[in-house]
């Protein structure tokens, strides 16, 4: 392949004597995503490509990002392969995910009618896997809520907005007892949880 | 020329150090015994009484494990006592793993191991090992003998629950006793029973120095075949299941990316907490009650840790008394014996950092669930006490601070005047003492009317630490007991009124002077009429400058009272 100007350098990886460039070229008027290793010849500072690499029109682009996107991890265990400290790394990796995903789930959630006098219109109580979520009938929104459960519980609208206020719950309760932190960081790190915790049990169905 | 990496004589004696208590040196026995599907387990601490100066203290003269289990043929009853051999080296399926959990746990305790072993229509084999003699010089004995025919002599036989199979292990010359014997043997029952708790349920029978080994649960949950099968069981909640990756090492072909580790959680009944103070009853220290601080780890149906987990990320007051009143118990399966650290005698299995964290992260809400209702039933409990001690009459606690509030002369409240006293108290007493029979609430309404100030001691949900109720003409203050201010408050009093005269009449003051200052608050309030529009500046100013008014008047016939 021949180099022409308008060719653009996007990146490259490895070392000087096993370099791999990746370009946005074209040839005959098709346009590519062109990945290849390079050489320098002998008393010569320019690279020069090798046989060795592919050219990817749209449709083999598109084929290899969602390949990539699909398999990330089984591919990244196989490059990382069998070495010793490759195996810990990847152990300690792997529990700090579990431990990530652990942080949010969130397991099946029970409605119940409480009273008491405060602002608050609903807490939350954890027994187990299961959440209880007490809705205030002295208050007005709770008794709303409680009014509408006792007529349509399976109500789909009124089970999406309690898993709204349990998971809000949740993420309230994993700041609770941390170390100080100004009020922004604090709130910003609520509302990153709450998301995530939204996010990761989209679609489960919340009760028995 | 080489070097052998191991020399054998100081080996064996350096192993004697390794990191054993007794109980569970007892449990690698019982974990063979178990493995060799053993349905009945018989152990005898044999022990003699020594005099001597001071209290008689019972030796151990030899303990003897009996089974029913399959019995060893010679070849390999041969190599049993071998360091490192197994017929299940890294299996993890079943309890052992590593093949030297019973000899290591046997020479940590002791210096001579006798077993005898049958298998079904065969004769009894019989081999031993002493570590003196292993150990003298010349040394007396070299390797393990070969096996030999013997029968057991009957001192052994009674112990063997079944004639036709079976292994009986004797543990002799016991010179690591950490404990009188007696002692030994009832704090064996106890770690027998919860290390086994899974197998005694399901149907294995164990008895020790001829008492049965009853099962003990940290959960309290399952009551059958423990020492109080009529025990209420406590409320198990919803078990907790967490994913967690397989580690890579012990990974073999088709082995699973994750694992799951379960955690079950339970809150003991009411009955054993009625009263703050309650886990040094008797009763409750006989079903260990006093002593269920901690989580239980169980590893393949087997308990491998028990008690508070070394360097929890939890703040210091985690594992403390009120943590007696829940249960704990996470299992997992032996894949994941890296996540746990186990290490090859089983003893002191401890998560990893990550591991430890998210297990933190899904104990801590219900802790906090449990912890909450044992305070609620506490602060219930002591209600009725005080109600009780009013010997059911319609006394508070503040008597000296209202009759203060009836005996001093001030102006009509303004904000209640247009309140119907007979309605608001029946509102009032209908919500607030629900539980009361009518004739009690008929008593709170007339005592309200007669004077007109009463505080109640309550606690609810919510951010007010007070409450007044302007009922038309008579207030009724409520305290909740809930609010940290009062909770504080209630610690200081009741600190200074185990202390000495002059800290109980502090305290009492103190309480006195605490009620006058929100008496004289509600009267303030009152003082308002209730139409009258005021800009925040001047209520704050007319609200402050009555309430000291009213304050100064308080105390002045307190202070009055107390000097005649």
């Known amino acids: 392949?021949?180099?022409?100007?308008?060719?653009?350098?996007?990146?490259?990886?490895?070392?000087?004597?096993?370099?791999?460039?990746?370009?946005?070229?074209s040839f005959k008027g098709h346009r590519m995503l062109d990945l290849r290793k390079y050489f320098k010849k002998k008393n010569s500072e320019e690279l020069s490509p090798t046989r060795k690499g592919i050219a990817l029109t749209q449709p083999g682009f598109d084929a290899l990002c969602k390949l990539l996107k699909?398999?990330?991890?089984?591919?990244?265990?196989?490059?990382?392969?069998?070495?010793?400290?490759?195996?810990?790394?990847?152990?300690?990796?792997?529990?700090?995910?579990?431990?990530?995903?652990?942080?949010c789930q969130l397991g099946r959630f029970l409605v119940e009618e409480d009273e008491w006098r405060s602002p608050v219109f609903f807490r939350i109580e954890f027994e187990g896997s299961c959440t209880k979520l007490f809705l205030n009938k002295l208050h007005w929104m709770g008794a709303l809520l409680l009014s509408r459960y006792q007529q349509t519980p399976e109500d789909e609208l009124l089970n999406a907005f309690f898993e709204l206020l349990v998971s809000f719950g949740k993420a309230k309760y994993l700041y609770q007892g941390s170390h100080s932190a100004e009020t922004d960081v604090?709130?910003?790190?609520?509302?990153?949880?709450?998301?995530l915790i939204i996010s990761r049990n989209q679609k489960k169905s919340p009760r028995a | 020329m080489s070097v052998s990496l191991v020399n054998e004589g100081t080996a064996v004696l350096s192993m004697r150090e390794s990191d054993f208590d007794a109980y569970s040196a007892y449990g690698e026995v019982v974990d063979n015994s178990i493995q060799a599907r053993a349905k009945n387990i018989?152990?005898?601490?044999?022990?003699?009484?020594?005099?001597?100066?001071?209290?008689?203290?019972?030796?151990?003269?030899?303990?003897?494990?009996?089974?029913?289990?399959?019995?060893?043929?010679?070849?390999?009853?041969?190599?049993?006592?071998?360091?490192?051999?197994?017929?299940?080296?890294?299996?993890?399926?079943?309890?052992?793993?590593?093949?030297?959990?019973?000899?290591?746990?046997?020479?940590?305790?002791?210096?001579?191991?006798?077993?005898?072993?049958?298998?079904?229509?065969?004769?009894?084999?019989?081999?031993?090992?002493?570590?003196?003699?292993?150990?003298?010089?010349?040394?007396?004995?070299?390797?393990?003998?070969?096996?030999?025919?013997?029968?057991?002599?009957?001192?052994?036989?009674?112990i063997i629950p079944s004639d036709d199979r079976g292994t009986i292990v004797i543990w002799k010359k016991y010179d690591r006793q950490p404990l009188s014997a007696e002692k030994i043997e009832d704090e064996a029952h106890v770690w027998l029973g919860r290390t086994y708790r899974y197998?005694?349920?399901?149907?294995?029978?164990?008895?020790?120095?001829?008492?049965?080994?009853?099962?003990?649960?940290?959960?309290?949950?399952?009551?059958?075949?423990?020492?109080?099968?009529?025990?209420?069981?406590?409320?198990?909640?919803?078990?907790?299941?967490?994913?967690?990756?397989?580690?890579?090492?012990?990974?073999?072909?088709?082995?699973?990316?994750?694992a799951t580790v379960t955690v079950l959680m339970s809150l003991l009944p009411e009955e054993f907490r009625p009263v703050q103070g309650s886990g040094g009853w008797s009763s409750n220290k006989e079903r260990l009650i006093d002593r269920n601080q901690g989580v239980s780890i169980v590893r393949n149906k087997r308990e491998v840790f028990y008690g508070p987990i070394p360097y929890w990320p939890g703040p210091q007051d985690w594992f403390g008394e009120i943590d007696r009143w829940w249960g704990c118990e996470v299992l997992f399966d032996a894949i994941l014996d890296r996540s746990f650290t186990v290490k090859n005698i089983k003893r002191g299995a401890v998560p990893t950092a990550e591991l430890k964290e998210t297990l933190y992260d899904n104990i801590r809400p219900t802790r906090d669930t449990c912890l909450e209702r044992v305070r609620a039933t506490w602060k219930e409990a002591k209600r009725k006490?005080?109600?009780?001690?009013?010997?059911?009459?319609?006394?508070?606690?503040?008597?000296?601070?209202?009759?203060?509030?009836?005996?001093?002369?001030?102006?009509?409240?303004e904000l209640d005047r247009d309140l119907s006293f007979e309605s608001e108290?029946?509102?009032?007493?209908?919500?607030?003492?629900?539980?009361?029979?009518?004739?009690?609430?008929?008593?709170?309404?007339?005592?309200?009317?007669?004077?007109?100030?009463?505080?109640?001691?309550?606690?609810?949900?919510?951010?007010?630490?007070?409450?007044?109720?302007?009922l038309g003409g008579s207030d009724v203050l409520r305290y909740n007991f809930s609010h940290p201010f009062f909770e504080e408050i209630n610690k200081i009093v009741t600190e200074l009124e185990t202390r000495d005269e002059l800290e109980v009449a502090l305290a009492r003051r103190l309480k006195v002077m605490l009620d006058l200052l929100i008496?004289?608050?509600?009267?303030?309030?009152?003082?308002?009429?209730?139409?009258?529009?005021?800009?925040?500046?001047?209520?704050?100013?007319?609200?402050?400058?009555?309430?000291?008014i009213y304050l100064k008047s308080y105390l002045a016939t307190w202070l009055k009272e107390n000097r005649s």
């Open chain 1, 186 to 195: 604090l709130l910003d790190g609520l509302m990153l949880n709450w998301g």
């Open chain 2, 385 to 413: 006490e005080r109600v009780k001690e009013s010997g059911g009459r319609v006394e508070t606690t503040h008597t000296e601070a209202e009759k203060v509030a009836q005996k001093t002369p001030t102006d009509r409240s």
């Open chain 2, 42 to 158: 018989r152990i005898k601490i044999s022990s003699q009484e020594r005099g001597g100066r001071g209290k008689p203290y019972r030796i151990i003269d030899y303990i003897a494990f009996g089974d029913d289990g399959d019995g060893m043929p010679p070849e390999v009853l041969h190599r049993c006592l071998q360091l490192g051999y197994s017929t299940r080296y890294n299996d993890r399926s079943g309890i052992g793993r590593f093949g030297v959990g019973m000899t290591l746990a046997a020479i940590n305790q002791c210096k001579e191991v006798e077993i005898y072993s049958k298998q079904e229509g065969q004769p009894w084999f019989h081999t031993r090992i002493d570590l003196d003699e292993m150990t003298s010089s010349p040394p007396q004995m070299s390797g393990i003998p070969e096996p030999r025919r013997e029968e057991p002599p009957d001192e052994y036989r009674r």
């Open chain 1, 1 to 25: 392949m021949s180099e022409k100007d308008d060719d653009k350098l996007l990146g490259s990886a490895g070392s000087e004597g096993n370099l791999i460039l990746f370009k946005l070229t």
């Open chain 2, 425 to 470: 108290a029946q509102k009032l007493v209908d919500s607030v003492f629900k539980t009361h029979d009518a004739e009690m609430r008929a008593q709170w309404v007339a005592k309200w009317k007669e004077q007109p100030f009463t505080i109640h001691d309550d606690h609810w949900r919510g951010p007010e630490f007070f409450e007044a109720v302007h």
């Open chain 2, 199 to 258: 197998f005694i349920w399901e149907g294995l029978n164990m008895e020790l120095n001829g008492k049965t080994v009853t099962a003990v649960d940290p959960l309290y949950a399952r009551t059958q075949r423990t020492a109080f099968p009529d025990d209420p069981p406590a409320t198990l909640f919803e078990e907790i299941s967490i994913p967690w990756p397989v580690p890579q090492e012990g990974r073999g072909y088709g082995s699973p990316e994750t």
């Open chain 1, 70 to 103: 699909e398999n990330y991890v089984e591919i990244e265990e196989w490059l990382v392969g069998d070495t010793l400290q490759d195996q810990v790394a990847l152990d300690v990796r792997r529990a700090a995910e579990a431990q990530e995903v652990s942080r």
């Open chain 2, 519 to 548: 008496i004289s608050y509600s009267k303030a309030e009152a003082k308002f009429e209730p139409d009258i529009e005021f800009t925040a500046k001047d209520f704050v100013e007319n609200f402050r400058i009555n309430w000291g």
